[in-house]
């Protein structure tokens, strides 16, 4: 299969979880993956991984000049950008309620969390177009859909993905940018993330009781998504949001 045969990606955060499965989908369906991460062993384990048109870009996704250098980069060396996949993200501290939330620590997950992505959409764009348009998918959260009195930065952080999501979509449709944006709500998926959030049997086996299917989610679940959102088949689907959660948001 080839369903994104010859597309350029940047995928951030794909030193771990859903942005390496995504690495390794994308390049076996064909796409060269520009694997990016802030943790440089993690990224160059992905890039060894999958082998093939996957090279590794130290990136802060929360700084302005990282982004500009590897966009220009990808220009440089690839040629074009066809797409781009925001996932990078943190979690922060758990539990973090809105009462035991630093502003530091506020700052910090806002940073990477919506800065990352206001900054992928904003030097992405520019590129996207110069190679005849393009696909950005943004990682949100089913946190983004429900309250999440854990995690109160961290919801926000994904609330703002959502919305900006459409921002970007709606901006770019009606100036005719041929390029789409949407975003991808994960539920509870075993990741280092995920698996941070719920280090015991004990805490899963009570979650697990949430989830209608009666399973947490693979990375690989994601993946799929994402595919489909940065390849073609969704050429007509903009501004919109891929809940992939085992039906948790449907109760
Ligand atoms: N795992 C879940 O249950 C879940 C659920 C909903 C949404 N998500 C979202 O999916 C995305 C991927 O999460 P995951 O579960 O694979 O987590 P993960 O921790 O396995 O992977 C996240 C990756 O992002 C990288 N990263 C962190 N800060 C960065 C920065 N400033 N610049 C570049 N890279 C950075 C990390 O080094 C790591 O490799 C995140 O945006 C997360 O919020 C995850």
Same mark, same amino acid.
């Given at each position: 299969?080839? #369903?994104?045969?010859?597309?350029?990606?940047?995928?951030?955060?794909?030193?771990?979880?859903?942005? *390496?499965?995504? +690495?390794?989908?994308?390049? +076996? !369906?064909?796409?060269?993956?520009?694997?990016?991460?802030?943790?440089?062993?993690?990224?160059?384990?992905?890039? $060894? $991984?999958?082998?093939?048109?996957?090279?590794?870009?130290?990136?802060?996704?929360?700084?302005?000049?990282?982004?500009? *250098?590897?966009?220009?980069?990808?220009?440089?060396?690839?040629?074009?950008? @066809?797409?781009?996949?925001?996932?990078?993200?943190?979690?922060?501290?758990?539990? %973090?309620?809105?009462?035991?939330?630093?502003?530091?620590?506020?700052?910090?997950?806002?940073?990477?969390?919506?800065?990352?992505?206001?900054?992928? =959409?904003?030097?992405?764009?520019?590129?996207? *177009?110069?190679? /005849?348009?393009?696909?950005?998918? @943004?990682?949100?959260?089913?946190?983004?859909?429900?309250?999440?009195?854990?995690?109160?930065?961290?919801?926000?952080?994904?609330? %703002?993905? #959502?919305?900006?999501?459409?921002?970007?979509?709606?901006? =770019? +449709?009606?100036?005719?940018?041929?390029? #789409? =944006?949407?975003?991808?709500?994960?539920?509870?998926?075993?990741?280092?993330?995920?698996?941070?959030?719920?280090?015991?049997?004990?805490?899963?086996?009570?979650?697990?009781?949430?989830?209608?299917?009666? !399973?947490?989610?693979?990375? !690989?679940?994601?993946?799929?998504?994402?595919?489909?959102?940065?390849?073609?088949?969704? #050429?007509?689907?903009?501004?919109? !949001?891929?809940?992939?959660? /085992? /039906?948790?948001?449907?109760?």
């Amino acid at each position: 299969m080839s #369903r994104v045969a010859d597309k350029v990606v940047l995928v951030t955060g794909a030193g771990s979880g859903i942005g *390496r499965a995504t +690495a390794a989908l994308l390049v +076996a !369906e064909g796409a060269t993956v520009i694997v990016s991460d802030i943790n440089r062993a993690g990224g160059l384990e992905t890039v $060894q $991984q999958i082998g093939g048109k996957a090279r590794f870009e130290d990136h802060d996704t929360a700084q302005e000049a990282d982004w500009k *250098r590897i966009i220009d980069g990808i220009l440089e060396r690839e040629g074009k950008l @066809n797409g781009l996949v925001n996932n990078a993200g943190i979690a922060g501290p758990f539990p %973090a309620t809105f009462e035991t939330e630093t502003v530091e620590q506020w700052q910090k997950i806002l940073s990477i969390n919506v800065q990352g992505v206001f900054l992928g =959409c904003k030097y992405s764009v520019p590129a996207l *177009r110069q190679s /005849g348009g393009g696909s950005i998918v @943004n990682t949100s959260s089913l946190a983004a859909l429900v309250g999440t009195p854990d995690l109160s930065a961290y919801g926000a952080s994904k609330g %703002a993905v #959502r919305q900006f999501t459409k921002t970007v979509a709606m901006d =770019c +449709a009606r100036k005719g940018y041929k390029v #789409r =944006c949407n975003s991808v709500h994960p539920g509870i998926i075993m990741t280092p993330m995920g698996e941070g959030i719920l280090p015991d049997e004990k805490k899963r086996d009570r979650m697990r009781k949430h989830i209608p299917l009666g !399973e947490f989610g693979a990375p !690989e679940d994601i993946a799929y998504g994402i595919l489909y959102l940065i390849s073609d088949e969704s #050429r007509f689907v903009t501004g919109t !949001e891929l809940v992939i959660d /085992g /039906g948790m948001n449907a109760i």
